[in-house]
């Protein structure tokens, strides 16, 4: 049976403590990022083929009126229906793939793209997540630890949250799980809403409007991806259609 996977992040329960973003660098074995200081918290500026998960910081008015931290850690959302496996299955074809257990998203390391067809895949991404490294060709983000995963271990992100900001399991149960935390979250915080959960498999709960948050935060774009579309803009045999089914 495959054992589709989702995340669940609340970050009404977000510290900005940026765990998740060090224990996801040191798990993948990335180099530190060269950065600088640009006069806020937020470090480095922005994810890289280096840099898989970053918490983004962003502060505001709140609902009620006082100055508000807004902490979102970003990361690839593992749409149901990937649109960047629609262009690279296109541009760049082997170059992405869809694990078969999690269902997660994953480049393949092992597949050079071209500068023109990475750029058609960034553009697509109603998420802007794909990076690409113009040295070796290749494009990296978040693999949903699915080495992890494999072993019955969570996600390294999620095995680090101090607050328990964080949690991953079966898809059915992460969507309970969403829902019924959105239902306790508006008690307070009328404005709060679940990201696109029907459509991305990284399920954010944000307390206010998605844009005081970070300009990718929420998109509509991804609402048009549904089956029927998916496999409409599909070009290739109905054998490898079922690898998109669920």
């Known amino acids: 049976m495959i054992a589709r996977?989702?995340?669940?992040?609340?970050?009404?329960?977000?510290?900005?403590?940026?765990?998740?973003?060090?224990?996801?660098?040191?798990?993948?074995?990335?180099?530190?990022?060269?950065?600088?200081?640009?006069?806020?918290?937020?470090?480095?500026?922005?994810?890289?083929?280096?840099?898989?998960?970053?918490?983004?910081?962003?502060?505001?008015?709140?609902?009620?009126?006082?100055?508000?931290?807004?902490?979102?850690?970003?990361?690839?959302?593992?749409?149901?229906y990937p649109p960047c496996k629609m262009a690279a299955d296109e541009k760049a074809p082997g170059s992405v793939i869809l694990d078969v257990q999690t269902r997660a998203v994953i480049y393949d390391p092992a597949v050079k793209v071209s500068p023109e067809a990475f750029?058609?895949?960034?553009?697509?991404c109603p998420f802007d997540i794909p990076r690409y490294d113009e040295k070796s060709g290749r494009m990296a983000k978040c693999t949903m630890c699915v080495d992890r995963v494999s072993e019955g271990m969570l996600p390294a992100c999620v095995k680090t949250c101090p607050t328990g900001?964080?949690?991953?399991?079966?898809r059915g149960t992460i969507r309970k799980m969403a829902e019924e935390r959105l239902d306790e979250?508006?008690?307070?915080?009328?404005?709060?809403?679940?990201?696109?959960?029907?459509?991305?498999?990284?399920?954010?709960?944000?307390?206010?409007?998605?844009?005081?948050?970070?300009?990718?935060?929420?998109?509509?774009?991804?609402?048009?991806?549904?089956?029927?579309t998916a496999l409409k803009q599909l070009l290739h045999p109905f054998a490898a259609v079922e690898e998109w089914i669920g």
């Open 185 to 228: 979250v508006r008690k307070i915080y009328g404005r709060a809403s679940l990201v696109v959960p029907e459509a991305v498999r990284v399920i954010f709960l944000l307390k206010d409007y998605p844009e005081k948050y970070y300009e990718y935060a929420a998109t509509e774009d991804v609402r048009g991806i549904t089956r029927k």
């Open 5 to 80: 996977k989702s995340f669940f992040i609340d970050t009404t329960k977000c510290t900005g403590c940026r765990g998740c973003q060090a224990a996801c660098k040191q798990w993948n074995q990335n180099p530190a990022t060269k950065t600088r200081q640009q006069g806020m918290y937020q470090n480095p500026p922005d994810l890289s083929t280096a840099t898989f998960k970053l918490v983004r910081f962003s502060s505001g008015t709140g609902p009620s009126g006082d100055p508000e931290w807004y902490f979102f850690p970003d990361q690839c959302r593992h749409c149901i």
């Open 119 to 124: 750029k058609a895949i960034r553009a697509i």
């Open 165 to 170: 900001a964080m949690q991953f399991g079966d």
